[in-house]
C-alpha cells in the first residue's frame, strides 16, 4: 500500500526545491513517503530527483511534468499520480511568477501573473481535490503566497474589498472579479497605481489569498492554507533593484511549511504572512 504522498509544483529549484527536500527528510516515512516534484521539464527533474532520493533517508522523489498554465499538463500530472499511488496526502502550490518592474506597471504581464499565480492556483488544486479527498485525514493544500497580497487587499476600497470576500464565492466569479480589475488597471490614471505598489503581483496574490479562504470554506475536512516564505533570494528576485536584501532559499520560514504540510488534526484554514 502507498505511504504517504506530497506534490510540489515548481518543485525543481527556489523555495519549492527547498520544500521538497523537507519534505522528503520529515515526510513520514512507513511505508515510504512519495513526494512528486512538478517540473516544466521533465528530463531536468528526472536527473534532479536521481540526486534527491538518494539523500531522502528512504523516501523517495518521482519527477512530473506540470506546467500549470496548461490543462493538458495538469490532467496529466494528476494521470500520472494517480495511477503511481492512488491518492494525495498534500498539495503544495508554489509554482509562480513575478512580472512587476519597480515603478512601471505593464498589464500584459500583469495578466500572466494571474494566469500562472492565481488561476494556475486554481486549475491544479480542482484537478487534485478527487486525489486529495482520498488521501489522509486532513489532507493539506498550502499555497505559496506573499505579504504583498495580504497589504494590496488592505489598500483596496471598501467596495472592492467586499465582493472579494463575499460568502461562498465561486471560482468563476471569483476569477471574473479579480480579472476585471486587472483590466481596469490597464488605464494608468487608476487611482491603485499611486497607492499600491507591485500591483499586478499584488492583486494575483490578494486572489490566492481569497480563493484559499473560499476553498477551505467548501472542504472543511481539508487543512487549506496560504503562507509566505518571505523575501527569498529566487529566479523572481533577479530583476530587483532596491535596498532590501533577500534571503538564501535554504533559510527560507520551512517550519511553516512543515507545519501545514503533515497529519496535525484538527483541520485548520490560515493566511500566514
Request: charged residues 15%; hydrophobic residues 40%; proline residues 6%.
Amino acid at each position: 500500500m502507498p505511504g504517504w504522498v506530497g506534490l510540489v509544483s515548481g518543485g525543481n529549484r527556489g523555495i519549492g526545491l527547498e520544500v521538497v527536500r523537507a519534505l522528503l527528510q520529515h515526510a513520514p516515512g512507513s511505508p515510504p513517503a512519495t513526494i512528486f516534484v512538478g517540473c516544466r521539464d521533465l528530463e531536468k527533474g528526472q536527473e534532479l530527483v536521481k540526486l534527491l532520493t538518494a539523500q531522502a533517508a528512504g523516501n523517495k522523489a518521482e519527477a512530473v511534468q506540470l506546467d500549470v498554465t496548461s490543462a493538458l499538463s495538469i490532467a496529466k500530472a494528476v494521470a500520472t499520480v494517480e495511477s503511481s499511488t492512488g491518492h494525495l496526502d498534500c498539495l503544495v502550490n508554489n509554482a509562480g511568477v513575478m512580472l512587476d518592474s519597480d515603478g512601471q506597471f505593464d498589464l500584459h504581464a500583469a495578466r500572466a501573473m494571474m494566469q500562472t499565480n492565481f488561476e494556475g492556483v486554481v486549475s491544479v488544486t480542482t484537478a487534485f481535490l478527487p486525489l486529495l479527498l482520498r488521501g489522509s485525514a486532513g489532507a493539506s493544500v498550502l499555497t505559496t503566497s506573499s505579504g504583498v497580497g495580504a497589504r494590496t487587499m488592505g489598500l483596496l476600497s471598501d467596495e472592492h474589498r467586499s465582493a472579494f470576500s463575499a460568502p461562498m464565492l465561486d471560482d468563476i466569479s471569483l476569477a471574473k472579479l479579480f480579472n476585471r480589475l486587472v483590466d481596469e488597471l490597464g488605464d494608468l490614471a487608476h487611482p491603485y497605481h499611486t497607492c499600491i505598489p507591485t500591483i499586478g503581483y499584488g492583486v494575483s496574490k490578494a486572489a490566492v489569498n481569497c480563493y484559499t479562504q473560499a476553498l477551505a470554506q467548501r472542504y472543511p475536512t481539508l487543512r487549506v492554507n496560504a503562507c509566505s516564505p518571505g523575501f527569498t533570494n529566487t529566479d523572481m528576485c533577479l530583476n530587483y533593484s532596491g535596498s532590501r536584501i533577500p534571503k538564501v532559499p535554504m533559510r527560507t520560514n520551512l517550519h511553516t511549511f512543515d507545519r501545514h504540510t503533515h497529519p496535525l488534526p484538527p483541520p485548520s484554514t490560515h493566511i500566514l504572512i
